[in-house]
């Protein structure tokens, strides 16, 4: 499966943030910039992580925020968050995180398909650092291997 859509609206770089919630919000204020979600879903991504723990750091400085498909999901989208200063999620081996990638899908069957698709790009070890060096949306776009 595809990784789910990404727009020049779902990439914000370089973005300070004060703790995990913060950089947790700021990737759902990117999904809902680019259509994919309704204002809530930022904290239903953080209400997950509040019940399960740090389980999204999925990688040394790399956190995949995300939460169930439900009414706060208008389409499937993808936001990547790039910060200035990473910022510590509580993980035991993973922390601090630079970059948080927000993820979005309207039903559980491609919400398990995309995690594994988005799984298979950070294969490459050099991904989540390139991520974290990107300046541009279009340099975002080449390291996912997507298009607006």
Do not use: C
């Amino acid at each position: 499966m595809a990784l789910p859509p990404l727009t020049a609206e779902g990439v914000v770089l370089g973005a300070d943030a004060a703790d995990w919630r913060e950089a947790v919000r700021l990737a759902g204020a990117a999904l809902t910039a680019s259509g994919a979600t309704k204002p809530g879903y930022s904290d239903e991504m953080i209400r997950m992580i509040e019940e399960h723990g740090p389980y999204v750091v999925i990688a040394p400085g790399l956190a995949l925020a995300h939460a169930r498909p439900g009414p706060e999901v208008i389409a499937d989208g993808l936001a990547v968050v790039t910060l200035a200063t990473p910022v510590a999620f509580g993980h035991p081996h993973n922390d601090p995180v630079s970059v948080v990638l927000g993820l979005a899908i309207s039903n559980s069957d491609a919400h398990l398909a995309s995690i594994a698709a988005i799984a298979n790009i950070f294969n490459d070890s050099g991904a989540i650092a390139a991520l974290s060096g990107a300046s541009t949306p279009a340099q975002v776009f080449d390291i996912l291997g997507v298009g607006e």
